[in-house]
């Protein structure tokens, strides 16, 4: 899945750092960082229950053999794209 994600606040792992690459002439790279092995489960879990609802992140659908479209959407912003599910 190709997206952005963003979590406000100063729960754990939510901010974005800024990691400095000394002698690199594209300046800062932003990464964020995550527990996703500790909350995959649990959310996964309350999407299939419908208590969670992703119909308003997920804005494209597309089988796996059309990733590099899919990944262009993103990259691009195309069609107003947020994220992009694949399915094999």
């Known amino acids: 899945m190709f997206g952005y994600s963003h979590m406000t606040g100063g729960s754990s792992g939510g901010q974005a750092e800024l990691v400095r690459v000394p ?3 594209v300046g800062p790279i932003k ?4 527990h996703m092995q500790r909350y995959l489960e649990p959310l996964m879990k309350r999407v299939a229950e419908g208590e969670i609802d ?27 794209c947020v994220k992009v599910a694949m399915t094999p």
């Open 23 to 25: 002698h690199a002439d």
């Open 54 to 80: 992703l119909s308003q992140i997920i804005t494209h659908r597309l089988p796996l053999a059309d990733a590099p479209r899919g990944y262009e959407l993103f990259q691009k912003h195309e069609d107003g």
């Open 31 to 34: 990464t964020g960082q995550t």
